[in-house]
């Protein structure tokens, strides 16, 4: 798999990696077995990057992604904190810093965690010199080797990058979330930040197996936050109206390229966006890895789909999200 450098933190990641909220909770049940499964699936395939956070299961997300780290050495694991607590900027703090990173490196059975991301976070703890000040300091004591920032909006992540500490941003990024291509895109790729793509697949919508008929379970975060009930909107689906997407998914169906799947054709977009270090598709089972982990050896897409796809994006997607996010 072809790999790019993870902006400061100064190491090279395959460009598909492997996002592990699945594997923790709010994605209908996967047992044990089975996540172990699609993370053995996913490193045969050529991931190297895997991305998790504390809340994903209360722990078993990062549990599970520590103990296949263990026995997998050379893979870059990047957690979250932040969201354990109620969301005010009050609560970050140097004190809840080390509470939270001490909980992640038990869970993950490291000294030093790879990369720590703050997990959306209120606005105004972007601005926070107290924030970096302590970031900085956990990197000094080697509890942490680099830290990034996961945001809901293009300002928040424009503010993240302009701080010199800063590692990577984590931002949705898909074919129904173009915002990020105008500035946030060009303004990491000047800076040297690496981009995480997350979502990339608007939840599964595009990945093409839903239509009108589909449900969820009820633990699935996809039947319980389409309006927000449980966290930010834009985390389901990209905050895109599941009608308006099933619609979407069917006007670019015609720009997959023959031999691909929708879903590696979305993945295949993003990668094709310049400043992307890494996308980190989820899985559910070790067929849904390999199968997003492929679309790495897709050449780039035809220079005509880029219009094709804002196409359908100014049509359909951006009066919905384009100035929310």
Same mark, same amino acid.
């Given at each position: ?23 923790? =909770? ?15 699936? =996913? ?12 809340? *994903? ?11 296949? =780290?263990?026995?997998? &050495? ?17 609560? *970050? ?15 993950? /059975? ?13 606005? &105004?703890? *972007?601005?926070?010199?107290?924030? *970096? ?10 509890r942490i080797a680099a830290y990034g920032v996961s945001v809901e909006t293009c ?32 303004? =990491?790729?000047?800076? /040297? ?34 309006? /927000? ?44 966006? &310049? ?23 897709? &050449?780039?897409l035809p220079e005509a789909t880029a219009e094709a796809v804002r196409e359908v ?13």
């Amino acid at each position: 798999m072809e790999e790019r450098v993870l902006g400061r933190t100064g190491r090279k990641v395959g460009v598909v990696g492997l996002g592990a909220w699945q594997l923790g =909770a709010d994605w209908g049940a996967v047992s044990e077995d089975d996540a172990f499964a699609t993370l053995r699936a =996913a490193v045969e395939s050529g991931v190297t990057f895997i991305d998790t956070a504390d809340v *994903y299961g209360d722990g078993r997300s990062e549990q599970i992604v520590g103990r296949f =780290a263990r026995e997998h &050495p050379g893979l870059t694991v990047a957690t979250k904190m932040g969201r354990r607590l109620e969301q005010v900027p009050e609560n *970050y703090v140097m004190a809840n810093f080390r509470a939270w990173n001490e909980r992640s490196r038990r869970n993950l /059975g490291v000294d030093t965690l790879d990369l720590v991301q703050l997990h959306c976070p209120p606005t &105004p703890v *972007y601005s926070s010199d107290a924030v *970096y000040d302590a970031l900085d300091t956990l990197v000094a004591e080697e509890r942490i080797a680099a830290y990034g920032v996961s945001v809901e909006t293009c300002e928040e992540a424009l503010t993240a990058i302009a701080r010199p500490g800063v590692a990577t941003v984590q931002i949705i990024l898909n074919a129904f979330r173009l915002k990020p291509l105008e500035r946030v895109l060009p303004a =990491a790729r000047a800076a /040297g930040v690496g981009v995480i793509a997350r979502v990339p697949l608007a939840s599964g919508l595009l990945s093409g197996r839903y239509d009108e008929r589909t449900t969820f379970a009820p633990d699935d975060h996809r039947a319980f936050n389409r309006r /927000g009930e449980a966290f930010d909107v834009g985390e389901t689906f990209s905050g895109v109206d599941f009608a308006t997407g099933l619609e979407a998914v069917r006007r670019l169906s015609p720009l997959v390229p023959e031999g691909a799947t929708m879903a590696q054709f979305a993945l295949r977009w993003i990668l094709d966006q &310049p400043g992307v270090s890494v996308v980190i598709p989820g899985a559910r089972n070790p067929g849904q890895a390999t199968a997003n982990a492929t679309a790495a050896n897709l &050449p780039p897409l035809p220079e005509a789909t880029a219009e094709a796809v804002r196409e359908v994006y100014d049509t359909l997607i951006r009066p919905q999200v384009h100035d929310r996010w």
